[in-house]
């Protein structure tokens, strides 16, 4: 190792540099990850674009401390442990060695307040700090973010091993594949009097963007019947199709009222059983809505920043509906693993060494960066 | 019994007849029931003032087809049966015989059609007809709706015998219970990680009309916290505390914000876990979406007709804050039956004799739908 | 149409005739099917054996009455319809027309008693007969089995139409898909906090007759990890192996403890997710429990006659386990349809044209039995 | 303080000595606890009769590490804190001080292991410790049960603030009552197709001992019907009665078969939706089998300790019945601030204050462990 690390720095929105910071020293549990491939998520682009009031309402809203080191979707072998006093687990409790490729879980919790304790499932920590977006760089030890040579990884946060074959390009998918828990999820509200989701169930993804390519795997791999995917891009719809969309429909193409009238014909005219906006504007959910069936699911995921208000009627929409309407933001820790598993055991089903279409090195962090909000792409990754 | 039935009828928004109607002849597996005693209703409401586009986006959907015979929280003795070819039997399975005290589900399903066949709890059939409301009295047998001496039961109406000792004041309640298996219902998404309906939970209901009053009752019964209730009628808030709430709030006297923070001071700050919309007025929905806590439930119920819309933020009020917002009508055929046994088995611990706060004759009818719409009454009700 | 209809009558056990019967009068709402094909089922060989008292316990025991036509695996096209009264609906409430080939549900409800309306996903009717088993082939009209040319389907039985394009050989399968919903059902059990079935979950299926094969399809088609089946024929593991098993173990190739130890090996020494039986023995259950994991579910579905009993600890195999121990015999009415839809959706994953290994004409019936008892076959089917 | 402390210490099975200990160092993050109350448990009982392998097959499994000080179900006040380095939270997240009354949840975890992360809502850590059983008291600092005058409340382990105003007689059942969530669980089941536990169920509660009535006061606060509970001692019957069963049966005084008659003649013939085992012997397992309707959900949850085993029929007792069969034992972290809230709630409902019929003095521990062995008590608890 040398004794500098290279990282991409976004000192204000919209600038991003590349800057040297020296080797960290890690405290009791800490790990030091060396980056193999980072992601670049839709929260990046919304931070790089100065969107940075995330999860409003939350109590983790704050504003982003500039300078920062994004990047959270990250895969990379752990280059050093500081286990002096007691060993470091994973998160499924097997102790990690020097050498073991990991994922982390961004989503970094106290595990002491009132919501670790009683809504442990998801991230809902009332001091939860997310990597790559809630630590500032320019305070030791400067690299908690992705894009960036080596990461600290904190005692607290939770990573997962790798399992023995996945390849590096699948393996980086796994926190998105672990956000589409938002689809396990609903099988709380299962049963058998048509509720929930239920096997062969009509789905709507809206939006084709790498978030909404993993809510199709996964209800393909859950069991769904038809899926329909919806977006502004041939590019996307097409990755869309291969990945077991059924549907794929271009909205430059049709109106809003012709989508959910395909819907409604694939579907007797009752509407689809679950719809999960996966666009991040907030006027797609009125069409989601029309599209559902009577006693249908809405899962509301995309819209991790303020895009503004619907004009909603409690009556129409709401009551007479019966609709579930299902805020969801993130994923379940324990989400991990099993999706590394299922990524493994479908790859003959699923082309997933599709699914990353743009690598660029660290030095072209930012070409990266604008090349992930054009339509021509699916996942663009760092290969620091 | 004489060779007449006189009944109420409405002839046209705003215009209540009593006519005289010829007894009816029963079809095979109908019964004529002697009306003991029936509700007015916030549905009868709604048609008197012309609102007659009621559960819209609903396959029931249509215009009243005036003129009707309101009613449909119906108590009353069975007077006749036509078994000749099978015996009648009540939703339990149990034989009806004349003199049989009965209550009735005023939702007539086909039983055959889709819905009826996937989501057989609710009634959500397609050719769904409701007592008191779908059913034109301008054609015979002309008896259906509970504002009448007597009344037609279709063969495939559900009916459920009324518990010896039940008295009649209390048992009119059943229809309104059951729809306060509005909270029953939340048991399916219950985990123990913080999901649901759990015990101890505080529930904000919004309103305190009669079915107010009954989700105040069912949250105390399933083992409800902190119950909240806010009205503006301090007559019905002052019921609404009888009956188990423990915090009642007079939307006149105070702003929506010292409403929303008495609740956050209640929670240590993180909200309600269950808000129920009891009011029928499309912007409480904001309010009541403040007072709920992140992953709690917010059960609309009370908007079934249409009354506006309001401007909900996906990001804000739905994905950053985890919300289940559920819509809901009607209740389960299941709930009649269990819902007349816990009025029994707590008889000593809510002031049921005092939910019926107003009883008319007959001849009375518009008085006594002019009296339900005003603050100084409970449930008002048609003694034939 | 000759005017009469050949079917396989079992006089008494061990005992079959073909015999000829007068074409039917249908009454009202009823269908005449032209049987297609007709699986041979396990409960067929136990009306076979003599061992007649099925699903003890339940308000359908009964002694079968002898003579019977045995088949409710049935695939037909609608021959003709007593439709004079009102359209004949399938389950779906699509109206049926001659020419339509559908599937039936053997399960005959009364749709009236306490059962019938208090626990409507399954068919626990208090008055269920099921078609091939429970009515007399001694009166008119005569025809309520599979293993005929023609069958008489009541008016209240339920009937799916097939899909276009699905063959004939995968349609048979669909009761038997419909019973895989046991697993479906689990989702009503699940939780983030780990439990019911999750994606990526071990699975054991004991047993890999065609019961065991649709289990494994099930398990496959709803996103299970690792997937083990026993058996005792090489010949059904190899094909368990093709339909979607990872790991196939003879019960004659290995020692109980071996087996525990497998799947114990398999989940870092924890034990499977969801255990199914549907083997028919009653010692098997022991096994399957210890090889859960704490808190796993294990489904009681293959001991539908009487075998006998086992010893159990309740401390240690129920309390200290957390077990959920679920007892199962039957399937939900909604299940046909999806398990139809899904085996198309699926078809170049499964090779489902296997699942069928041998077929008899009618005259050959008793062989068609014999065969099914014997270890190298997987479904055997009548084609009148 | 002075500068030793007592404590009750079992030195073996059968041998009940006081001793004395050093006023212990207190470890970063640790309490010490003045003593108010402790009960007597069931487990104590047993350890004491030398049944010291509990829980078995489960990860916890092993030997009681004599000398041990018993006692877990303990309130007590806090008398010092080592806070220096960090503030000291209570379960709910909120700051403990000197002065607080407290609640211990006497389950001690890792917060590591794959249990700890997958299966979080009940100690089933792998590395489970008991207060009062797992912890040795031959070695510093000793104090790690309750039947003593201070107690060591390690770092990781979780108290409950007491709500002022809750009697600490009432207080003191608070990790029974948090036992009782075996019926909030059971929620999870919930559906209105007649799964779970629904309102207005018939409960039937096996044992009357101080485990049996938490479970007759969460059945009636939960919502539930009739509540039949039997046991051999009618002084315990009584307590039932006084806290919400309706029905009280002696085994002494009636059969196994009149007992199931009676509970059958109760439910139209149809038998209990839900009998919870709190008696710890195994053959009652099969008289409340026989209770339970079809469909219905058996608890097994007080054989803690081997019992010997029960001859179950695979086919009549758990699949022709579709049994729900839930092997339960402890509490979920969550279970206990809700419980004292609900017993503050209806505490003009409940008689809490009879529920301890004894207390003892430190110095008189083993005349109150035997005592708690008689039929004349409920709960008997140390007041040192």
Same mark, same amino acid.
């Given at each position: 190792?040398?004794?500098?690390?290279?990282?991409? /720095?976004?000192?204000?929105?919209?600038?991003?540099?590349?800057?040297?910071?020296?080797?960290?020293?890690?405290?009791?549990?800490?790990?030091?990850?060396?980056?193999?491939?980072?992601?670049?998520?839709?929260?990046?682009? &919304?931070?790089?674009?100065?969107?940075?009031?995330?999860?409003?309402?939350?109590?983790?809203?704050?504003?982003?401390?500039?300078?920062?080191?994004?990047?959270?979707? $990250?895969?990379?072998?752990?280059?050093?442990?500081?286990?002096?006093?007691?060993?470091?687990?994973?998160?499924?409790?097997?102790?990690?060695? /020097?050498?073991?490729?990991?994922?982390?879980?961004?989503?970094?919790?106290?595990?002491?307040?009132?919501?670790?304790?009683?809504?442990?499932?998801?991230?809902?920590?009332? &001091?939860?700090?997310?990597?790559?977006?809630?630590?500032?760089?320019?305070?030791?030890? &400067?690299?908690?973010?992705?894009?960036?040579?080596?990461?600290?990884?904190?005692? =607290?946060?939770?990573?997962?091993?790798?399992?023995?074959?996945?390849?590096?390009?699948?393996? $980086?998918?796994?926190?998105?594949?672990?956000?589409?828990? =938002?689809?396990?999820?609903?099988?709380?509200?299962?049963?058998?009097?048509?509720?929930?989701?239920?096997?062969?169930?009509?789905?709507?993804?809206? #939006?084709?963007?790498?978030?909404?390519?993993?809510?199709?795997?996964?209800?393909?791999?859950?069991?769904?019947?038809?899926?329909?995917?919806?977006?502004?891009?041939?590019?996307?719809?097409?990755?869309?199709?291969?990945? #077991?969309?059924?549907?794929?429909? =271009?909205?430059?193409?049709?109106?809003?009222?012709?989508?959910?009238?395909? /819907?409604?014909?694939?579907? &007797?005219?009752?509407?689809?059983?679950?719809? /999960?906006?996966?666009?991040?504007?907030?006027?797609?959910?009125?069409?989601?809505?029309?599209?559902?069936?009577? #006693?249908?699911?809405?899962?509301?995921?995309? =819209?991790?920043?303020?895009? #503004?208000?619907?004009?909603?009627?409690?009556?129409?929409?709401?009551?007479?509906?019966?609709?579930?309407?299902?805020?969801?933001?993130?994923?379940?820790?324990?989400?991990?693993?099993?999706?590394?598993?299922?990524?493994?055991?479908?790859?003959?089903?699923?082309?997933?060494?599709?699914?990353?279409?743009?690598?660029?090195?660290?030095?072209?962090?930012?070409?990266?960066?604008?090349?992930?909000?054009?339509?021509?792409?699916?996942?663009? $990754?760092?290969?620091?």
């Amino acid at each position: 190792m040398s004794d500098i690390v290279r990282a991409a /720095v976004m000192v204000r929105p919209g600038k991003i540099e590349i800057q040297e910071f020296p080797f960290p020293e890690l405290e009791d549990g800490a790990l030091l990850l060396k980056v193999e491939m980072c992601g670049v998520c839709g929260t990046d682009k &919304h931070t790089w674009r100065g969107e940075t009031k995330q999860y409003a309402g939350t109590d983790a809203e704050s504003d982003t401390p500039f300078p920062i080191i994004p990047g959270h979707e $990250v895969i990379g072998i752990v280059a050093e442990i500081n286990d002096r006093r007691k060993p470091r687990l994973d998160f499924n409790g097997e102790r990690l060695r /020097v050498g073991d490729r990991i994922a982390l879980c961004p989503d970094v919790i106290c595990g002491e307040c009132y919501n670790c304790r009683h809504t442990f499932a998801y991230p809902r920590c009332e &001091h939860l700090r997310g990597y790559g977006n809630a630590f500032t760089s320019a305070e030791p030890p &400067h690299l908690f973010g992705g894009w960036a040579e080596y990461m600290v990884i904190l005692p =607290n946060a939770f990573v997962y091993k790798v399992p023995e074959g996945l390849p590096l390009r699948v393996a $980086v998918m796994v926190e998105l594949m672990a956000v589409s828990y =938002n689809l396990d999820k609903m099988k709380e509200f299962f049963t058998l009097s048509g509720e929930g989701f239920g096997t062969a169930d009509t789905v709507v993804i809206q #939006g084709a963007g790498p978030m909404g390519i993993c809510h199709v795997i996964k209800a393909r791999m859950m069991g769904a019947g038809d899926i329909i995917v919806t977006d502004l891009s041939d590019y996307r719809l097409a990755l869309a199709r291969k990945f #077991g969309a059924d549907y794929a429909l =271009n909205v430059n193409d049709s109106t809003e009222q012709e989508r959910i009238d395909f /819907v409604r014909s694939l579907t &007797h005219g009752r509407g689809a059983d679950i719809v /999960v906006e996966c666009v991040g504007i907030a006027e797609v959910v009125l069409e989601g809505i029309e599209m559902l069936r009577k #006693g249908g699911i809405y899962i509301e995921a995309g =819209n991790f920043v303020e895009t #503004g208000e619907v004009a909603l009627s409690p009556h129409r929409h709401l009551c007479a509906k019966n609709i579930r309407l299902i805020g969801m933001t993130n994923h379940p820790f324990t989400g991990y693993t099993p999706s590394m598993k299922m990524m493994q055991k479908t790859a003959d089903i699923f082309p997933f060494a599709e699914f990353v279409t743009h690598e660029y090195p660290l030095a072209q962090t930012e070409a990266a960066l604008l090349k992930s909000m054009e339509p021509d792409c699916m996942k663009v $990754v760092i290969v620091p």
